[in-house]
């Protein structure tokens, strides 16, 4: 190592920003993903040959669309944060002068100015609104900016999510699982439904990019015993029995969700909020 690692400029509430960009930066799986990305003259052209058609009626657009910039201001974000060629002492606009890690502190700028944009990324979880100046959820902020890279990502892919049906126009299913996001954050969960008569079990599988446990005093007060109420078995029975396709009845059964293939590496929300009297919530921030 070469010295303490650089901090990055509070430019107005920032502190949720620049401190989910730490972790980015030093998460050995995304940075070296994120970092070694070819640079913006090249990347959009890069990503398009190589990345498989799907989604579109034609060939990968040109145009680099607003998930690809976020991308390439992270690549810049971090390159310069770990020293790395001609990245030193510049901020994520590629503005700066000498080489090699400094440790000044770092202007997020560029992605400061692109936060507002991001609850409006195809593909996002919802339009939530960022405002500048205002103090935002981590957890909230890694979501956005997580989906708008993964959108980028498909764009140059030809993959438009804000086309309808896209998803049957894929030409490999869950293909839309396999850019980079997915790829280091993305694991499988696995819902089996069980019949306590003949065994019959039903699997179903579906994507996460992230868990949310709850912690609280009454129920968990570790993220071991929350992950192990995420994973309770539940029976299934009286007025919400299951309708077995083994002994096609219905009968009582038991319901299970787990981790069927945890991804490299996972991102665990707490949620540490509780609904106490007066119908308020209380019992710690979330996060």
Not at 28 to 43: D, G, I
Not at 181 to 209: A, E, K, M
Not at 265 to 286: E, M
Request: net charge positive.
């Amino acid at each position: 190592g070469g010295g303490a690692p650089p901090g990055f400029s509070n430019l107005g509430n920032t502190c949720y920003l620049n401190a989910t960009l730490q972790c980015l930066a030093y998460l050995p799986t995304f940075c070296q993903c994120v970092a070694t990305l070819p640079p913006p003259s090249t990347a959009s052209s890069s990503l398009a040959a190589s990345s498989p058609r799907g989604g579109g009626d034609g060939p990968p657009r040109a145009k680099t669309s607003a998930g690809q910039r976020i991308t390439m201001m992270l690549r810049s974000l971090l390159r310069r944060a770990h020293g790395l060629d001609d990245a030193g002492n510049r901020d994520d606009e590629g503005k700066g002068r000498s080489s090699g890690r400094s440790s000044a502190a770092i202007s997020p700028k560029a992605i400061v100015r692109a936060v507002p944009s991001l609850g409006r990324t195809a593909g996002g979880r919802g339009g939530y609104k960022f405002r500048p100046g205002r103090q935002e959820d981590a957890h909230e902020f890694l979501v956005h900016l997580l989906d708008a890279m993964n959108d980028g990502e498909l764009r140059a892919a030809g993959i438009d999510q804000r086309i309808s049906g896209w998803r049957d126009r894929l030409p490999v299913p869950r293909l839309d699982e396999t850019t980079f996001v997915h790829r280091i954050f993305g694991g499988y969960l696995r819902s089996q439904v069980q019949c306590t008569r003949c065994g019959y079990r039903s699997n179903t599988y579906d994507p996460f990019l992230d868990l949310s446990l709850e912690v609280s005093k009454k129920s968990a007060r570790s993220v071991s015993t929350a992950f192990g109420e995420f994973t309770r078995r539940e029976t299934l029975d009286a007025d919400n029995m299951w309708k077995c396709s083994g002994c096609s009845k219905r009968v009582r059964a038991t319901k299970q969700l787990t981790v069927f293939r945890p991804p490299l590496s996972l991102c665990v929300q707490l949620k540490r909020f509780a609904f106490g009297g007066g119908g308020a919530f209380g019992g710690g921030g979330g996060g």
